[in-house]
């Protein structure tokens, strides 16, 4: 039998990988593969990318260069912008962007074009697992269509296909990709079965669920619990400010109770590839069958107002000074889109500097992690010198909290401060000067 010969080949790790993208999701993957013993080869259109993983030169934090060098000596992985390798590969994870267009409905190019790549090499006992977030029935109405349209082998019986949604969280050390569980449903129970045995292979925990719709919802319905709650302890701290109360102590307070309370903390705005991005997918997809998503959109709709809100209380607290907008100095500290990280998707740092810089301020940033910003509205380049920069500013606003920042240097010299992730905690209380969130 077709699945029995490669369960076979799996089992005893024979089976050669392919990970169809290196980034994010990607790269990580292919290397928890290559640590489990498997050969694999990474597949990347970006030649550039292909190049620095064959020097071992990794692009992405949570990859040392000395893993990916080990594994190169070892023989174990390999790069190449070269689709024609796919004829000799048996398991493939497609990892691709799924981004969304200015129109906020799925561009689904990425997932198409790998999956047409792909389609030409598609043989007997392969195993494809898309990893790509997106709306439910993308599997089976998308990629499964484009996989077959030029051939006559049958899901389920020739070869096998799945989805499991990544849940990579950038930065985190303590749930990687190894030890996160990682659910996976196929289009048909052969295919759960397949995908469930290869990824236990790699992985410290699969959780096989009945269909690849089944894991699609899976993964949004993880980042819609977060994007309604992130917007609403948004929400709540726009109303606390309007009373004149401190919502990071009605927070703090509240999380004292042990039981029926998650705690979320309120920011400039949700950032990340994911929890912006993914719910709009589900709300999407329920328009098509005449379904408003209305805690999606009315979240969607509070985080989207978050940056202008900001840039709000940085002019107001400008004003207190007696000093305009247009024509002060504002240093952000922290444009990454969460804190000791680089990565820079769909951060609400962009939108505020934007903003601001639309009222005329005189805007510069400082980002440990990142040297260098080139947006589609504006080129700047990290201060090198945080103690100069913050004494020049008129108002320092503090968008990412990394924690190489000396935040207590940071309010002894600065005339001003923005505070929209509660960095200076107790300071705050007893300073003038800061303005919270």
Request: glycine letters at 6%.
């Amino acid at each position: 039998m077709v699945k029995d010969d490669l369960l076979d080949l799996i089992q005893k790790k024979r089976a050669n990988i392919g990970v169809l993208g290196l980034g994010y999701v990607g790269l990580p993957l292919a290397v928890t593969f290559a640590n489990a013993g498997f050969n694999v080869t990474g597949i990347d259109p970006n030649h550039e990318k292909v190049e620095m993983v064959n020097r071992g030169e990794s692009y992405i934090q949570d990859v040392p260069n000395a893993q990916l060098r080990k594994h190169l000596e070892r023989g174990l992985l390999r790069a190449t912008d070269d689709y024609d390798v796919l004829k000799e590969i048996d398991a493939v994870s497609i990892c691709v962007p799924t981004p969304l267009r200015k129109t906020r409905d799925p561009d689904m190019s990425f997932i198409v074009n790998a999956s047409s790549s792909l389609a030409p090499y598609l043989h007997r006992s392969m195993i494809i697992v898309l990893e790509s977030s997106t709306y439910p029935g993308t599997t089976r109405e998308l990629v499964l269509p484009t996989l077959t349209q030029n051939s006559d082998l049958k899901v389920g019986e020739d070869f096998f296909l799945a989805f499991s949604p990544e849940r990579v969280d950038p930065g985190r050390t303590d749930w990687t990709t190894y030890n996160t569980p990682k659910v996976l449903g196929g289009v048909t129970p052969n295919c759960t079965e397949v995908g469930t045995a290869w990824y236990s292979m790699a992985l410290e925990t699969v959780v096989p669920v009945s269909t690849s719709e089944v894991a699609e919802m899976t993964k949004l319905l993880e980042n819609t619990f977060r994007m309604v709650n992130i917007s609403m302890v948004n929400e709540l701290a726009q109303m606390c400010d309007r009373l004149g109360i401190d919502v990071w102590e009605v927070i703090d307070a509240a999380a004292t109770k042990p039981f029926g309370f998650m705690k979320f903390t309120p920011g400039p705005g949700m950032g990340g590839h994911c929890i912006p991005v993914d719910p709009l997918y589900l709300s999407w997809k329920m328009k098509t069958i005449n379904y408003t998503a209305r805690f999606i959109e009315l979240a969607s709709e509070i985080d989207s107002n978050m940056p202008r809100y900001v840039v709000g209380k940085i002019q107001d607290a400008l004003n207190r000074y007696k000093k305009p907008l247009n024509g002060s100095k504002v240093l952000i500290l922290g444009v990454a889109y969460k804190p000791n990280i680089n990565d820079l998707r769909e951060s609400p740092a962009f939108d505020i500097i934007h903003l601001l810089q639309e009222k005329g301020a005189e805007v510069s940033y400082y980002d440990p992690y990142v040297p260098e910003v080139n947006h589609e509205f504006f080129h700047l380049f990290s201060e090198k010198d945080l103690a100069s920069a913050v004494e020049k500013a008129d108002c320092v606003a503090i968008i990412t909290n990394h924690s190489k920042v000396d935040y207590a240097m940071v309010h002894e010299k600065a005339a001003l401060i923005f505070d929209a992730r509660n960095a200076l905690k107790d300071i705050a209380k007893k300073s003038a000067k800061v303005v919270k969130l």
